[in-house]
């Protein structure tokens, strides 16, 4: 079984729906990141969590919102999709390495999300 | 702040033959990591790669490696004897060791190659 599972996996909606999209890990990670895919633009940074009560805006968080309910689990909304937040989207999961530094990020297998 | 840049959008490169991927980066930090990422088709992220920026030796994996020349800020990943499944977006990625954002990768806008057989 992967170590970090994304749902859905592919996702169509309409503008103005809420869209959840949720990623789980088994790999007993503290760290947890969204990431967007654009054509020609490589992933950016959506939100990051370093745990359960510790959540951080990152590079592009308008119009996102996260929820992480436990080490494991952490969600990524859409309050209102518009068609410009169509992507594709990564979560990625991190442990606290040596001295404190984070260790390699592994991503899950995305989810593509078409806003129409 | 950090900038990664892969002036490369498209490269392609013959079965069994090498090929160098070219990136750059921005920074005033003196301690980082430095990644490259394969995205098959599948979308899959894979880590190909790490190097971290104390270590004056290249990194290897089998038939990838680096040439990390930190004066010039620059990371290119070689592929030797290319494979069909080598074809891939490659991605380009830094990691900061300091500050509250430590641990969070800034990304290229990644290379595409394609292998000919």
Known sequence: DADVTQTPRNRITKTGKRIMLECSQTKGHDRMYWYRQDPGLGLRLIYYSFDVKDINKGEISDGYSVSRQAQAKFSLSLESAIPNQTALYFCATSDWGLAGVADTQYFGPGTRLTVL | ?117
Request: with cysteine; charged share 20%; glycine share 6%.
């Open chain 2, 1 to 117: 702040a950090q900038t990664v840049t892969q002036s490369q959008p498209e490269m392609s490169v013959q079965e069994a033959e090498t090929v160098t991927l070219s990136c750059t980066y921005d920074t005033s930090e003196s301690d980082y990591y430095l990644f490259w990422y394969k995205q098959p088709p599948s979308r899959q992220m894979i880590l190909v790669i790490r190097q971290e920026a104390y270590k004056q030796q290249n990194a290897t994996e089998n038939r990838f490696s680096v040439n990390f020349q930190k004066a010039a800020k620059s990371f290119s990943l070689k592929i030797s004897d290319s494979q069909l499944g080598d074809a891939a977006m490659y991605f380009c990625a830094y990691r900061s060791l300091y500050g509250g954002s430590q641990g969070n990768l800034i990304f290229g806008k990644g290379t595409k190659l394609s292998v000919k057989p």
